[in-house]
């Protein structure tokens, strides 16, 4: 298995599945490791560790604190662990058509490039000057010509490289995977909420801007956990406790280093993301530890299966 990367952000995907229609709903979290007490470089391999035990500590953990206050409805299909080495664009590339050298350095598109001042691109391929290449902010000139910010090079052009608009969506760029199937049920007997009816989990952090907040599914959940479209207070309870066991402590990566041994949860921005170079070269300032998972007692989409009733029919 591969070692552990120094400080790399793992994503953790958890699939699940309602046993009752078939759908499947998949949970992202991501991890790190603590800072070393040794000397090692981001994106060193830690000795003695694998992602194959990080994985069985994450996902074991998973499988005894959280499933439990799943309906047994609830099915987990599988954990899937991935390293997050960069970023890829899906807009695609043009062949630069001129650079002219200076501060800033201008760049000639060979199309209508359609960018407008204060986007981002990604320069590739440039051999000289090599302080073109990377993620830039532009100013544009007119609609086949820009600069880039900052920039300063006055070192002769190779007539060559290429450029890609780079402030639109992107998707991460992954490294090695691990993958195990599991099949555990959730362990609470009774009918179940139907599919869409979800718990909404914050996962705060004030490190990477705004507290930082998504929807985690936990469906389907029980009818006796809810009353008038919100978890009883019982089951916020429950499920906040079972949160705070599974993302307060570290998982054992197997690395031989005491404290880059254990990786923690952190929270991502692919927003502050977007300015880093295609391969990032480190896990600043765009991933932030400290999160914390609190249940919102908070069921919008409810539709419930059948009527509650509290006084007979007459």
């Known amino acids: ?48 560790s694998d992602t194959n035990t990080l994985l069985t500590n994450v996902s074991g953990s998973y499988i005894l604190n959280i499933i439990p206050f799943m309906n047994a409805n609830y099915k987990l299909v599988s954990f899937t662990l991935r390293s997050i080495v960069g970023k890829q664009y899906r807009t695609p590339f043009q062949n630069i058509a001129g650079l002219i050298p200076g501060a800033p350095i201008e760049i000639a598109s060979m199309f209508p490039h359609g960018l407008s001042t204060g986007d981002f691109v990604y320069v590739r391929g440039v051999t000289s000057p090599p302080s073109a290449n990377g993620v830039k902010k532009v100013t544009v000139i007119n609609p086949l010509r820009f600069t880039l910010d900052g920039s300063n090079d006055a070192l002769p052009w190779t007539n060559n490289g290429e450029f890609q608009f780079a402030s639109g969506p992107f998707q991460f760029s992954y490294g090695d995977t691990t993958s195990v199937l599991n099949s555990t049920v959730g362990g609470v007997v009774g009918d ?57 402590t570290g998982f054992t990566n197997g690395g031989t280093d005491i404290t880059a041994g254990l990786s923690f949860h952190v929270a991502v921005s692919k927003k502050i993301a977007t300015t880093l170079e295609l391969v990032f070269p480190s896990d600043q300032p765009w991933t932030s530890g400290g999160v914390v998972f609190r249940v919102q007692p908070n069921m919008g989409s409810l539709v419930r299966r059948k009527p509650r009733l509290t006084s007979p029919l007459v």
């Open 1 to 48: 298995m591969p070692l552990v990367k120094y400080r790399v952000p793992y994503e953790l995907a958890v699939k699940a599945a309602d046993i009752g229609s078939g759908k499947t709903s998949t949970n992202l979290y991501y991890l790190r490791t603590a800072f070393a007490t040794g000397v090692f470089a981001y994106g060193d391999g830690l000795p003695g």
């Open 192 to 248: 179940a909420m139907p599919l869409f009816s979800t718990a909404s989990v914050r996962r705060l952090n004030s490190g990477v801007g705004k507290s930082f907040r998504s929807r985690v599914s936990l469906s389907p959940l029980s009818e006796a956990d809810q009353k008038d479209g919100a978890l009883v207070a019982g089951t916020v309870t429950a499920i906040n406790a079972g949160f705070l066991a599974w993302g307060s």
